[in-house]
Nanobody
Framework: QVQLVESGGGLVQAGGSLRLSCAAS????????TGWFRQSPGKERELVSG????????YYADSVKGRFTISRDGAKNTVYLQMNGLKPEDTAVYYC?????????????????WGQGIRVTVSS
């Protein structure tokens, strides 16, 4: 099992920026894939961004392309999600998830380990 802890959320005005961090312990991110999901009331969790730990592949949902950037720091066992140009519709609880497969999946069920989630609130 990999323990994942998210940080960096909070309240921000529309147009502002936040950087989410997903720090892993128990195991080192040496392979596999990490995804950032989000969930808002009344909606299912959806993948907003993902990264292959080999650096070969990155994924962005259409709604965040051009605004969000995913990156990783292997030395710190951390994956980041830089969120710029935030909109009120980005308000959600954001979850970091990991799977041992190197393939990024949009399916929640494909991931083995999950963080507890962190709130992002974007005010208008």
């Amino acid at each position: 099992q990999v323990q994942l802890v998210e940080s960096g959320g909070g309240l921000v005005q529309a147009g502002g920026s936040l950087r989410l961090s997903c720090a892993a312990s128990g195991r080192t991110f040496t392979s596999g894939a990490t995804g950032w999901f989000r969930q808002s009331p009344g909606k299912e969790r959806e993948l907003v961004s993902g990264i292959n730990q080999s650096g070969e592949t990155a994924y962005y949902a259409d709604s965040v392309k051009g605004r969000f950037t995913i990156s990783r720091d292997g030395a710190k066992n951390t994956v980041y999600l830089q969120m710029n140009g935030l909109k009120p519709e980005d308000t959600a609880v954001y979850y970091c998830a990991f799977r041992e497969s190197r393939y990024i999946s949009t399916a929640e069920s494909a991931y083995d380990d999950w963080g507890q989630g962190i709130r992002v609130t974007v005010s208008s």
